[in-house]
T-cell receptor, first 113, second 113 residues
């Protein structure tokens, strides 16, 4: 069974469109994250939720909005997509915060044309 | 603010030889240190972590890391490299009361046959 899954795996869309990426974890973890990995492989956290509550909100444009309907899901909605949004987006989960290892999904490669 | 430096973009080593991937950190308080590995087109996988205790930490796939507080380093090591170890390695740091991981820029390990 896949521990952290993301859909879709690939997403190609045009500038100005709105898109969503879904993430689900079946590990029973309390905390979930969204990361962005750019073309140089630099990895930066965007958001973190603990028990459905937002606890980390990095300097991310308002066009990005996370939603956590329950502890097992954390979705990412992006409005008015821009070329610079092209990246690989990773979802992750952990059984807590701080000292706990994170389990990553396979990533969603977003290409904005 | 906490930060992680991985001074080498790439490390080349011959199969069977020992390998070291370097990481230094800066954090206020006691650090929590992690190593992750990313294979092509995959999410990150947890290798090992240091929270407290023994400075030599053993992890998955025969990897180990040594915490050195005076040098603020947490280098990843393996006694005998395998071609299958070729991947991108990330060091990350957190600390007590801090909720997010900060990742280094990654080091590409290339093990030649």
């Amino acid at each position: 069974d896949t521990a952290v899954s993301q859909t879709p795996k690939y997403l190609v869309t045009q500038m100005g469109n709105d898109k969503s990426i879904k993430c689900e974890q079946n590990l029973g973890h309390d905390t979930m994250y969204w990361y962005k990995q750019d073309s140089k492989k630099f990895l930066k956290i965007m958001f973190s939720y603990n028990n459905k509550e937002l606890i980390i909100n990095e300097t991310v444009p308002n066009r990005f909005s996370p939603k956590s309907p329950d502890k097992a899901h954390l979705n990412l909605h992006i409005n008015s997509l821009e070329l610079g949004d092209s990246a690989v987006y990773f979802c992750a989960s952990s059984p807590g915060q701080g000292a706990r290892e994170q389990y990553f999904g396979p990533g969603t490669r977003l290409t904005v044309t | 603010a906490q930060s992680v430096a991985q001074p080498e973009d790439q490390v080349n080593v011959a199969e069977g030889n020992p390998l070291t991937v370097k990481c230094t950190y800066s954090v206020s308080g006691n650090p929590y240190l992690f190593w992750y590995v990313q294979y092509p087109n995959r999410g990150l996988q947890f290798l090992l972590k240091y929270i407290t205790g023994d400075n030599l930490v053993k992890g998955s796939y025969g990897f180990e890391a040594e915490f050195n507080k005076s040098q603020t380093s947490f280098h990843l090591k393996k006694p005998s490299a395998l071609v299958s170890d070729s991947a991108l390695y990330f060091c990350a740091v957190s600390h007590t009361g801090f909720q997010k991981l900060v990742f280094g820029t990654g080091t590409r390990l290339l093990v030649s046959p």
